[in-house]
């Protein structure tokens, strides 16, 4: 099966920094990735996402980068706010429509 | 608001019961998905329905069914429940099949076993 994977359990930053939270996937043939941001009691919210021809991505104060050669994506937030702690899942898709999902990262904003 | 809605958003029974978990798609949305999640778990991908019949299958258990009604709205059927079915159950859905699409997420039902 799929396995996707997180470095870090658990992130805590300074408020106005930059967070970058990341990911390992096993599967080189995943074409499709999904960040998704899981506020208590919430369901998943989606981020950003990022096809496999590209190697990075940018949205409203987020970043995803891809890295192919080594099965890597990250996510990058610009100017972390007290509003982004939350759980961070990356999801991979590679055959079939489902999506494989990491356990998660928490990041923790310190005000 | 994602557009996904689920009923109920809390559900407590003993074991062996049976529930039935529903949920509405994103409007024009064909695909419907359901996962779990449980404590120290990420999402596992369940079933997932597209305009009525069954697409894939992930780590679901025999004791738990799916279906998709004509109207699009979905069923997740867990019986004979156990302890260990405590979670929460999200469901998503996107447009149809593409590969390229994303999965809206409800709010999720949370499941206590007792």
Same mark, same amino acid.
């Not at chain 1, 991505?57 to 990250?74: A, E, F, M, W």
């Given at each position: 099966?799929? &396995?996707?994977? +997180?470095? +870090?359990?658990?992130?805590?930053?300074?408020?106005?920094?930059? &967070?970058?939270?990341?990911?390992? @996937?096993?599967?080189?043939?995943?074409?499709?990735?999904?960040?998704?941001?899981?506020?208590?009691?919430?369901?998943?919210?989606?981020?950003?996402?990022?096809? &496999?021809?590209?190697?990075?991505?940018?949205?409203?104060?987020?970043?995803?980068?891809?890295?192919?050669?080594?099965?890597?994506?990250?996510?990058?937030?610009?100017?972390?706010?007290?509003?982004?702690?939350?759980? @961070?899942?990356?999801?991979?898709? &590679?055959?079939?429509?489902?999506? @494989?999902?990491?356990?998660?990262?928490?990041?923790?904003?310190?005000? | 608001?994602?557009?996904?809605?689920?009923?109920? *958003?809390?559900?407590?029974?003993?074991?062996?019961?049976?529930?039935?978990?529903?949920?509405?798609?994103?409007? =024009?949305?064909?695909?419907?998905?359901?996962?779990?999640?449980?404590?120290?778990? =990420?999402?596992?991908?369940?079933?997932?329905?597209?305009?009525?019949?069954?697409?894939? *299958?992930?780590?679901?258990?025999?004791?738990? #069914?799916?279906?998709?009604?004509?109207?699009?709205?979905?069923?997740?059927?867990?019986? #004979?429940?156990?302890? =260990?079915?405590?979670?929460?159950?999200?469901?998503?859905?996107?447009?149809?099949?593409? *590969?390229?699409?994303?999965?809206?997420? =409800?709010?999720?039902?949370?499941?206590?076993?007792?």
């Amino acid at each position: 099966g799929e &396995s996707v994977g +997180l470095h +870090l359990p658990t992130l805590s930053v300074q408020e106005g920094d930059n &967070s970058i939270i990341n990911c390992a @996937y096993s599967n080189s043939a995943s074409d499709y990735f999904i960040w998704y941001k899981q506020e208590s009691g919430k369901g998943p919210q989606f981020i950003i996402d990022i096809r &496999s021809n590209m190697d990075k991505r940018q949205g409203q104060r987020v970043t995803v980068l891809l890295n192919k050669t080594v099965k890597h994506l990250s996510l990058q937030i610009a100017a972390t706010q007290p509003g982004d702690s939350a759980v @961070y899942f990356c999801a991979e898709k &590679s055959t079939g429509n489902q999506f @494989y999902f990491g356990t998660g990262t928490s990041l923790t904003v310190i005000p | 608001d994602s557009g996904v809605t689920q009923t109920p *958003k809390h559900l407590i029974t003993a074991t062996g019961q049976r529930v039935t978990l529903r949920c509405s798609p994103r409007s =024009g949305d064909l695909s419907v998905y359901w996962y779990q999640q449980s404590l120290d778990q =990420g999402l596992q991908f369940l079933i997932q329905y597209y305009n009525g019949e069954e697409r894939a *299958k992930g780590n679901i258990l025999e004791r738990f #069914s799916a279906q998709q009604f004509p109207d699009l709205h979905s069923e997740l059927n867990l019986s #004979s429940l156990e302890l =260990g079915d405590s979670a929460l159950y999200f469901c998503a859905s996107s447009v149809g099949l593409m *590969k390229v699409e994303t999965q809206y997420f =409800g709010p999720g039902t949370r499941l206590l076993v007792l």
